[in-house]
């Protein structure tokens, strides 16, 4: 569990700081063109959501409520994986270090009774 947490951190961080950089030093209209007209900055767009969608299917599952799923999936969508970094950090703490739960959240006990 530790190490999930401390990966989560370095993935916050890491991200906050290319996010910031982006912002400060970039041009979300200028560099979008580029990345756009690179067929290889195509994939790399097309990658980077299929992995927010399995992302965002885990946190549907482990999510008790729909709105709250709902928004850490529009977060995930917008901020990337800086959101996901969080939402990992969140998991940690809430799981009180028990795998299950981390995985599971608010269906850990169904999903052990039904594969026990």
């Known amino acids: 569990m ?3 947490n401390t990966m989560a951190w370095i993935g916050l961080l890491a991200m906050t700081g290319v996010i910031l950089n982006g912002f400060i030093n970039g041009s979300f209209s200028e560099d979008g063109a580029k990345l756009l007209a690179n067929p290889w900055g195509i994939v790399s767009l097309v990658d980077l959501y299929v992995g927010f969608a399995l992302f965002s299917l885990w946190i549907g599952f482990r999510e008790s409520s729909r709105l709250a799923a709902f ?3 529009a977060l995930i969508m917008v901020l ?3 959101t996901a970094s969080l939402y990992v950090i969140l998991a940690v703490r809430s799981s009180g270090g028990h795998w299950p739960t981390f995985f599971f959240g608010a269906r850990a006990d169904e999903m052990l009774r039904e594969h026990s």
Do not use: N, P
């Open 80 to 82: 990337g994986f800086f």
């Open 2 to 4: 530790k190490l999930a």
């Open 71 to 73: 928004v850490w999936i």
